[in-house]
């Protein structure tokens, strides 16, 4: 009966302690999600602004599919991505399988849909007269790109956060790619889904912990951001 | 309220020139600045407007009248470059510019266009007015000098480091002008410049307009208000039912 409050101080103990494992796995969840995420911003942010601004055939299948994407699986990801990089898959060669780089292009393969969607979303819900006025103030294409999301930046970083929080938290992609290999490819979510199969809580806990502490950063951030935004917005 | 724009610039320029020259400087202030020929809009199957013919003169003013809906915002829209529309001939400045529609840059530079509620970039007021400077390459230390001359113009010198979300509607449509100005448009579009706005702030609005076309810019207004409307030596254009009546 005393199991859980047990695993629960032992999971704070590895925590405070500075457990090297524990803290090798946050290190290599984190590098390899921000790594996804930092290659995944710019051409999901690029794709983002030119389908909301710009009107071409097949735009509507775009939509369709970046927000059709958001609901795909991680897992599913995972399974497509296995497929490119094993030994006989056409990105073989890369001997990315099992490897943090494999991580990090799955990481960016399931950050892709949502900055994309919230950027989308972000730069649709922007005024039009915003790029129309530095259209007519004589700017570049790129000029305007670069004013107009200066505009919607609070809708774009909220795009950045949850991209962050959708690959920090996934479990399928990173455990399929990366084979949760202890020191290497281990992250947060394997190493919880490993430890929790074992019957050992207590770093699964910890890990746990980490990952809700992370979130309620991402969401306390979020939310100062879209305070930022309300405030301008009620002044205006 | 009348505000005489001819009058007050003719002072300066004819002052002892002679008949030769006064006539020779009168052809030249009747040069046209921009010439349409057989501008159609549509709005699906509705045909908005049909304009056989238009003519902007250089260092001239126009109020552009008509019912709402019928056209005078997206008249300007199409002039500015920001939405096409069918046009037979289009020159500007004596050349066919036709082919260049959506206007190139240097034209987008030589045509301003003014929203009816002027979009204001969240940087400071000062940071606005410098905004068509900057992005055509000018160094900060030569838009320095050009904005606080302007902002001093358009009275809003004590709000340079405000946000624009504080201002008032009438201090958002002076920096607009201020901001288009700084950039010595040769056709500024104005879109309802004193729409909603309380009368000191409109009277402070028209009393900026004369200066600009002093300043060697046409200007086109859009607008319902008789004060602008009864401007001296402004010319009148009425849209009506999709046609366009100079007056």
Known sequence: MNAIPDAILHAFTLLFTGDPDLWRIVWVSLKTSIAGLVLATPPAILIGYVVAMRRFTGRRIVIWLAQAALSLPTVLIGLLLYLLLSRHGPLGGLHWLFSQPGIVFGQCIVALPVLLAFTLAAVQGLDPRYAETAIALGASPMQVMVRVLHEARFGVMAAVLSGFGRVI?????ALMVGGNIEGETRTITTAIALETSKGEFAQGIA???????????????????????HTIRERA | ?????????????YENANESQLASQRDERRKALLGVRGLRKRHGE??????DRLEIATHSAYVLTGMNGAGKS???????????AEIDSLRFAGEDVLRAHPYPRALRRA???????PILFSTSVGDNIGYGLVVRGEPPAAVRPVVEEAMAWAGVAHLRDTAPARLSGGEKQRVALARAKVLQPRLLLLDE??????????????ALIPTMVEAGSSIVIACHDRDLI??????????????LEVR
């Open chain 1, 169 to 173: 938290s996934e479990v399928g992609c």
């Open chain 1, 207 to 229: 890990l746990g912990i980490v990952l809700v502490t992370l979130a309620l950063l991402m969401n306390g951030a979020l939310m100062l951001l879209q305070g930022d935004a």
């Open chain 2, 1 to 13: 309220m009348s505000i005489s724009i001819n009058s007050q610039i003719t002072a300066a320029v």
């Open chain 2, 46 to 51: 509705r045909l908005l407007f049909d304009i």
């Open chain 2, 74 to 84: 997206t008249l300007l829209r199409v002039l500015g470059g920001l939405e096409r």
């Open chain 2, 111 to 117: 045509i301003v266009y003014v929203h009816q509620h």
């Open chain 2, 193 to 206: 410049p004193t729409a909603n706005l309380d009368g000191a702030a409109r009277e402070q609005v028209i």
């Open chain 2, 230 to 243: 009864n401007l001296q030596g402004v010319q009148r254009l009425k849209l009506r039912d999709g046609q």
